[in-house]
């Protein structure tokens, strides 16, 4: 059963629902995937389950969050599905990320986006776009975490209005705005770091509308924060205090990771206001927040503002201890981005590698079952090819909708082959081969059955069959470029039709019997189903 067979109307609803409303999903997918397991249907319960730990994750059920996960993704590696190990490690690094844990994430999500590539599934590539980029983002990454962005919005065109791809935009005006105001933290010009602040708010003002008309105060919330950094770079401190009160309002203060980062942010706008106490105060929530979850994402910006609000409060030996834990962490971080670095190459280059693999073999199947069921000399279909077809077309003939089989012998091959041996026999069999395809169109089917016996099943009534051998009739008797000047090929073919749903066999049977009395006619001939069979008969 192929992956578009199993992802049914029910599947898909619950990946949608998975993204859409992620712990509040919980509930009616665990039950979904409850009842899979107890029907027994494991196919289609590894579909399932990618959703159940992504919705696990966001309720911060970790274990069972990597248990659905890893569930999955052995299921996908044994049956070798490019896209569902993608999904499945997109879940593994979306627990990372909560978990607070980028090494992982970053691994996790390196390789899964690598496999999205391959799958050429669009709104895919946008969701594992969403959590590389996101470990990039909170890792410091910056121009790394845009490009991954920007490529997941390249392919997201003509689904803007999904909810991955609001994300996505969300993810991307986070990524522009840390990147601006770090350009505008290091001085470079202001012509490098405004157009990204600007572009950062256009980007979240129609995905706002969206979510507050959808009452997705979560994710308002989030998105607040990002507006308020691009206010911070463009100067605007009171429209970033106002971004930043209203995410506050409709915050989820058990989020650790939200609540860190909005610390940071709040911290960073009353320091340019001139507000050290205020910003202190921001920051110690940020460090309780990170305490309760002992993720350190983050931590190093803390401490380099908890530093510079003691530094202007005159509170030097403070300012010098936070000062010195900043520099640790960002220490630690350097490191940890090296091996992070080294670990996501060497997970693409082995993601590459079984990919070129899993290619290798996918082509070799491909030309086993191409070469099983199709004529080494003429390209042509084979019997077995034949057969197949005819049996898949003649259950839905109609009146409307005929199917006419034609079987043709050439006329005195055996003297071609006698004369001139088997190479010019094999060149006569590739002329009619050719004529024989320029004759089909895609709905029909022409085939060598054996020697020099071919055979067509035309999408169309007899009338239309007869017009089409007299043309191939013709055009077969024309000198052909592989032969020798006294060779003219000839043929003769007979013609049945079904305009209701019969026997193959059967059909085989009349148009056989035709065939036959187009040779007893004289050969070169063409006879329908049915015409009479003149009585001397021709060898």
Same mark, same amino acid.
């Given at each position: 059963?192929?992956?578009?067979?199993?992802?049914?109307?029910?599947?898909?609803?619950?990946?949608?629902?998975?993204?859409?409303?992620?712990?509040?999903?919980?509930?009616?997918?665990?039950?979904?995937?409850?009842?899979?397991?107890?029907?027994?249907?494991?196919?289609?319960?590894?579909?399932?389950?990618?959703?159940?730990?992504?919705? %696990?994750?966001?309720?911060?059920? +970790?274990?069972?969050?990597?248990?659905?996960?890893?569930?999955?993704?052995?299921?996908?590696?044994?049956?070798?599905?490019?896209?569902?190990?993608?999904?499945?490690?997109?879940?593994?690094?979306?627990?990372?990320?909560?978990?607070?844990?980028?090494?992982?994430?970053?691994? #996790?999500?390196?390789?899964?986006?690598?496999?999205?590539?391959?799958?050429?599934?669009?709104?895919?590539?946008?969701?594992?776009?969403?959590?590389?980029?996101?470990?990039?983002?909170?890792?410091?990454?910056?121009?790394?975490?845009?490009?991954?962005?920007?490529?997941?919005?390249?392919?997201?065109?003509?689904?803007?209005?999904?909810?991955?791809?609001?994300?996505?935009?969300?993810?991307?005006?986070?990524?522009?705005?840390?990147?601006?105001?770090?350009?505008?933290?290091?001085?470079?010009?202001?012509?490098?770091?405004?157009?990204?602040?600007?572009?950062?708010?256009?980007? #979240?003002?129609?995905?706002?509308?969206?979510?507050?008309?959808?009452?997705?105060?979560?994710?308002?919330?989030?998105?607040?924060?990002?507006?308020?950094?691009?206010?911070?770079?463009?100067?605007?401190?009171?429209?970033?205090?106002?971004?930043?009160?209203?995410?506050?309002?409709?915050?989820?203060?058990?989020?650790?990771?939200? #609540?860190?980062?909005?610390?940071?942010?709040?911290?960073?706008?009353?320091?340019?206001?001139?507000?050290?106490?205020?910003?202190?105060?921001?920051?110690?929530?940020?460090?309780?927040?990170?305490?309760?979850?002992?993720?350190?994402?983050? #931590?190093?910006?803390?401490?380099?503002?908890?530093?510079?609000?003691?530094?202007?409060?005159?509170?030097?030996?403070?300012?010098?201890?936070?000062?010195?834990? %900043?520099?640790?962490?960002?220490?630690?971080?350097?490191?940890?981005?090296?091996?992070?670095?080294?670990?996501?190459?060497?997970?693409?280059?082995?993601?590459?590698?079984?990919?070129?693999?899993?290619?290798?073999?996918?082509?070799?199947?491909?030309?086993?079952?191409?070469?099983?069921?199709?004529?080494?000399?003429?390209?042509?279909?084979?019997?077995?090819? +034949?057969?197949?077809?005819?049996?898949?077309?003649?259950?839905?003939?109609?009146?409307?909708?005929?199917?006419?089989?034609?079987?043709?012998?050439?006329?005195? +091959?055996?003297?071609?082959?006698?004369?001139?041996?088997?190479?010019?026999?094999?060149?006569?069999?590739?002329?009619?081969?050719?004529?024989?395809?320029?004759?089909?169109?895609?709905?029909?089917?022409?085939?060598?059955?054996?020697?020099?016996? +071919?055979?067509?099943?035309?999408?169309?009534?007899?009338?239309?069959?007869?017009?089409?051998?007299?043309?191939?009739?013709?055009?077969?008797?024309?000198?052909?470029?592989?032969?020798?000047?006294?060779?003219?090929?000839?043929?003769?073919?007979?013609?049945?039709?079904?305009?209701?749903?019969?026997?193959?066999?059967?059909?085989?049977?009349?148009?056989?019997?035709?065939?036959?009395?187009?040779?007893?006619?004289?050969?070169?001939?063409?006879?329908?189903?049915?015409?009479?069979?003149?009585?001397?008969?021709?060898?």
């Amino acid at each position: 059963m192929t992956e578009q067979d199993l992802l049914d109307d029910d599947l898909r609803s619950l990946d949608r629902l998975a993204e859409e409303r992620g712990a509040g999903a919980l509930a009616t997918i665990q039950a979904a995937v409850d009842r899979m397991r107890t029907e027994g249907d494991r196919d289609r319960l590894t579909w399932a389950l990618p959703p159940l730990a992504r919705s %696990f994750a966001l309720c911060e059920k +970790f274990d069972e969050a990597e248990a659905a996960a890893n569930e999955a993704l052995a299921h996908f590696r044994v049956n070798g599905s490019v896209r569902g190990q993608a999904l499945a490690l997109n879940a593994l690094g979306l627990v990372a990320i909560r978990r607070g844990v980028p090494t992982r994430a970053l691994e #996790m999500a390196g390789e899964a986006v690598v496999l999205a590539r391959a799958s050429e599934d669009p709104i895919l590539q946008v969701r594992i776009a969403n959590t590389l980029g996101v470990v990039l983002n909170d890792i410091g990454r910056l121009p790394e975490a845009v490009q991954i962005f920007e490529e997941g919005l390249r392919a997201a065109r003509g689904f803007q209005g999904e909810a991955v791809v609001l994300r996505l935009r969300s993810n991307l005006s986070l990524a522009l705005s840390r990147w601006a105001l770090k350009d505008y933290d290091d001085r470079v010009p202001e012509g490098n770091w405004r157009a990204r602040a600007e572009r950062a708010l256009a980007l #979240m003002v129609p995905t706002l509308a969206t979510w507050r008309e959808q009452k997705r105060w979560s994710l308002v919330s989030g998105a607040l924060d990002q507006v308020a950094i691009a206010h911070i770079v463009l100067g605007d401190l009171q429209a970033a205090h106002a971004a930043l009160d209203e995410a506050e309002a409709v915050m989820d203060e058990s989020a650790a990771h939200s #609540m860190v980062f909005f610390a940071c942010v709040r911290a960073r706008a009353h320091l340019l206001a001139n507000e050290p106490l205020l910003a202190l105060q921001a920051i110690e929530r940020g460090h309780a927040a990170a305490d309760s979850r002992g993720g350190h994402v983050h #931590m190093d910006e803390l401490f380099r503002l908890k530093s510079l609000a003691h530094e202007s409060r005159a509170e030097w030996q403070e300012a010098l201890a936070a000062h010195k834990r %900043f520099h640790e962490m960002r220490t630690r971080l350097v490191l940890e981005r090296a091996e992070q670095q080294a670990s996501a190459l060497a997970v693409a280059l082995n993601t590459e590698r079984a990919l070129r693999q899993v290619s290798e073999e996918r082509d070799r199947a491909e030309r086993a079952h191409l070469e099983a069921r199709h004529d080494q000399l003429t390209g042509l279909a084979n019997r077995r090819k +034949f057969d197949e077809f005819l049996a898949g077309v003649l259950p839905r003939a109609s009146d409307e909708h005929p199917v006419s089989l034609v079987l043709i012998d050439l006329d005195h +091959f055996k003297s071609i082959n006698d004369r001139h041996r088997h190479l010019v026999g094999d060149a006569a069999l590739r002329w009619v081969a050719t004529h024989l395809q320029a004759q089909c169109r895609q709905t029909d089917l022409p085939a060598r059955l054996g020697g020099d016996e +071919f055979a067509l099943v035309l999408s169309a009534p007899l009338a239309v069959a007869h017009q089409v051998c007299n043309r191939l009739r013709v055009a077969v008797a024309e000198r052909g470029p592989d032969l020798p000047a006294d060779v003219t090929v000839r043929l003769s073919a007979g013609i049945a039709e079904a305009s209701a749903p019969c026997d193959a066999l059967h059909l085989f049977k009349r148009a056989d019997e035709a065939l036959y009395a187009a040779k007893a006619a004289g050969r070169d001939a063409v006879r329908n189903d049915g015409d009479p069979i003149p009585d001397a008969r021709h060898g």
